[in-house]
Nanobody, 121 residues
Framework: QVQLAESGGGLVQPGGSLRLSCAAS????????AGWFRQADGKQRELVAA???????WYSESVRGRFTISRDNAKNTLYLQMNSLTPEDTAVYYC???????????????WGQGTRVTVSS
């Protein structure tokens, strides 16, 4: 089973950008569905981006047009490029393997440590 580990979080000013990385212990190309979740303090964890091995992507309404999910198979890494960040994007971000049921995605594994993103001036 491929393990995933997030990194790249930090403090960024509103309007800034950040790129999160999710390193896989094995071949990320073996993962059919992968995605990024986030959990803000006091709120439920939510899926913000997902992509498939074939390159299909999905974004939540809150990040569409600002975030980009991608994979680098050579580096076995999943990325989340986040642009035009706002304080509402402040959260702990997690990557995960997903399963798809009808049109919805669900996490397959237990959660990792996550990486914290703080958007503040």
């Amino acid at each position: 089973q491929v393990q995933l580990a997030e990194s790249g979080g930090g403090l960024v000013q509103p309007g800034g950008s950040l790129r999160l990385s999710c390193a896989a212990s094995g071949s990320i190309d073996s993962i059919t569905y992968a995605g990024w979740f986030r959990q803000a303090d006091g709120k439920q964890r939510e899926l913000v981006a997902a992509n498939t091995r074939s390159g299909i992507v999905w974004y939540s309404e809150s990040v569409r047009g600002r975030f980009t999910i991608s994979r680098d198979n050579a580096k076995n890494t999943l990325y989340l490029q986040m642009n035009s960040l706002t304080p509402e994007d402040t959260a702990v971000y997690y990557c995960a393997r997903l399963r798809k049921s009808n049109s919805d995605y669900y996490p397959l594994d237990s959660w990792g440590q996550g990486t914290r993103v703080t958007v503040s001036s």
